[in-house]
């Protein structure tokens, strides 16, 4: 009986885990879990790993002094080897020239020729992800430019005994070069090898290149304390930009303004003592530097759609004068003005309301005089003219803006015609303010020109002939919502103003429309494709340079931009569509 029993555990062995089993299995599990979450979110290797694939860390930036003036990095993990390799294509069609594999060839060779050193042994070998210059100071006090600017070339390194091994073969390649002596220096244990004019170490895992000692000092400066990332100018700007961006580029603008004032100052003061109207050569600088401006930074990241390009500028409203303001309504778009374009328009911009720059200009002439100087202005002005500007005319335009291009039949302008459109909300008053006009310019004693009216559906046009302008003729009216404005009656009057096909039927024009993101307002378009086939239309396909032009530029068949703003951003992206051929 009891060999009966001896084989129990086996034949009546349970048929899934014990419950401790289970919690046990589970336990280690979680761990596992936690534990990698750990790694990716404490990072306490400093691998930044999450920051990495999000695009908001940049080992290369982490050896750029913090109060740098500019600086550009790579993201080599962002270089979509299929996709780059379809838009070389596209346009080596045309130029061989851009090839891979011939522009890597030729690359190869100069480094070869120059520094004695191998793309492909010698660098590509140990580069990572990062790279990045950064411009440190400009002294303007130096004899040149060039010999006053200090910068840094900071690259990832992935193998630093094969980054070691680059940096020497630097030496010789830099030697024979340029006949400078090396000399050996050593900063907080980190070797570095100095010329006259260029020093290189490498630093943990950054190979370090800049334009004397400090420089490189500097940015090992930077790595162990404060660099340019740590700089709010910087991180809040590039918090717009997207993460899988391809370049970056950023700019303190106050201090690359001063750098401007500094260095062309003498320039313009120069050319001022040898004008009789010095005030007419020497312009104040400081302001035309923009000075509301803190900082900007611009990406490019290659897309499905081709090449996008995006911008971000932070600004301080405390400097920003009434105008300045007014700008940031470019991007508050009121209706579909594109309806009232044809189909094969060319070029299509439109933006916010003009009412807002009749007030921030009002605004500005009141800061610099008074409100009773303006008002005094405005009724001298319906005295002579029969309107008062500001009550009868701009307050009027309040609805969208929107400028059209298109091919035309006019030889004096290059055969292209230009429409603008301004929506305005009472059509009756603008007339009577367009009468007022045509009085004052058809007056035979004291105006400008003749003025004859036009023949459109719905619309009330007036033609322009000028001696002041002997070569067009341009059109003015008012209809369908708008003030209208073109170079020439014909391109006035073949506007579909919503009532046809339009721009607004373009395949070009809706895939480029439909590219951005909602919280994005398109405002620009370009046809390149049309554009291109003008230029060959006005200046001969059939002469070899042109053709040989517009076949580079043909994988570009649109351009187009978007934008939004905020008191204190400004938010830009420019898309340019290439056609790869399906690749």
């Known amino acids: 009986m009891a060999d009966e029993w001896t084989n129990l555990e086996t034949e009546f062995a349970p048929t899934r885990p014990s419950s401790r089993k289970l919690w046990g299995g589970a336990a280690v599990l979680a761990v596992l879990v936690v534990g990698s979450l750990a790694l990716f979110w404490l990072d306490p290797f400093g691998w930044h790993i999450v920051e990495r694939l999000t695009g908001r860390y940049d080992a290369a930036i982490q050896a750029i002094p913090a109060d740098s003036p500019a600086y550009v990095g790579v993201n080599l993990l962002e270089v979509n080897r299929e996709r780059l390799a379809a838009l070389q294509k596209a346009f080596a069609r045309a130029a061989p020239e851009l090839d891979e594999e011939a522009a890597r060839a030729n690359l190869d060779e100069m480094l070869m020729a120059e520094l004695g050193l191998s793309l492909e042994e010698d660098v590509l070998s140990w580069i990572g992800q990062y790279a990045g210059f950064g411009l440190i100071s400009v002294d303007t006090d130096a004899d040149s430019a060039a010999a006053a600017a200090q910068w840094i070339v900071s690259v990832e390194s992935r193998n630093r005994e094969a980054g070691d091994a680059f940096l020497q073969k630097l030496a010789a390649g830099w030697a024979d070069n340029s006949g400078e002596t090396a000399v050996a220096q050593t900063y907080h244990d980190i070797a570095i090898v100095q010329f006259d ?134 991007a508050r778009v009121e209706g579909d003005t594109a309806v009232l374009f044809p189909q094969d328009t060319l070029l299509y911009a439109t933006g916010g309301n003009a009412a807002s720059f009749w007030d921030a200009y009002r605004q500005t002439v009141i800061n610099r005089s008074s409100q009773e100087d303006f008002e005094e202005s405005m009724r001298l002005f319906a005295q002579e003219f029969g309107f008062n500007p500001e009550t009868d005319f701009f307050p009027l335009l309040d609805g969208g803006l929107a400028l059209g291009v298109l091919p035309g039949q006019d030889a004096a302008l290059a055969n292209l015609s230009g429409v603008a459109a301004v929506g305005v909300s009472d059509e009756a008053k603008m007339g009577d303010a367009l009468t007022a006009i045509n009085a004052e310019i058809g007056d035979p004693q004291t105006g400008m020109g003749v003025i004859a009216p036009l023949e459109a559906d719905g619309l009330t046009l007036f033609e322009l002939d000028s001696i002041l302008l002997p070569d067009i003729k341009p059109v003015y009216g008012v209809g369908s919502g708008y003030l209208l404005l073109g170079t020439d009656a014909a391109a006035v009057q073949s506007l579909p103003l919503g009532t046809g096909a339009s721009l607004a039927d373009n395949g070009r024009f809706q895939q480029a429309w439909q590219s951005f993101p909602a919280d994005l307002t398109p405002i620009l378009f370009a046809d390149v494709t049309g554009l291109l086939d003008w230029v060959e239309r006005e200046m001969g396909a059939d002469a070899p340079d042109v053709r040989e032009g517009t076949a580079v530029l043909r994988p570009i068949t649109a351009f187009a931009a978007a934008i939004k703003t905020s008191e204190e951003t400004a938010v830009q992206r420019f898309i340019i569509f290439i056609d790869t051929g399906g690749e």
């Open 197 to 330: 004019t260029l020093a290189f170490g490498r630093s943990d895992d950054l190979v370090l290149i800049g334009s004397s000692l400090t420089a490189v000092q500097q940015a090992i400066d930077a790595q162990g304390g404060e660099s340019l990332a740590d700089s709010a100018l910087y991180t809040d700007a590039i918090a717009e930009l997207p993460s899988d961006r391809l370049f970056t580029f950023f700019m303190d603008n106050a201090q690359v303004n001063q750098i401007v004032i500094d260095l062309f100052g003498e320039v313009f003061s120069g050319l001022a003592a040898l004008s009789e109207s010095p005030e007419s050569v020497e312009p104040d600088l400081t302001e035309l530097s923009q000075t509301y401006v803190r900082s900007t930074a611009v990406s490019i990241s290659l897309v499905d759609e081709g090449a996008q390009i995006d911008s971000v500028t932070l600004l301080d409203p405390e400097k920003m004068t009434e105008l300045e303001r007014s700008l940031l309504t470019i």
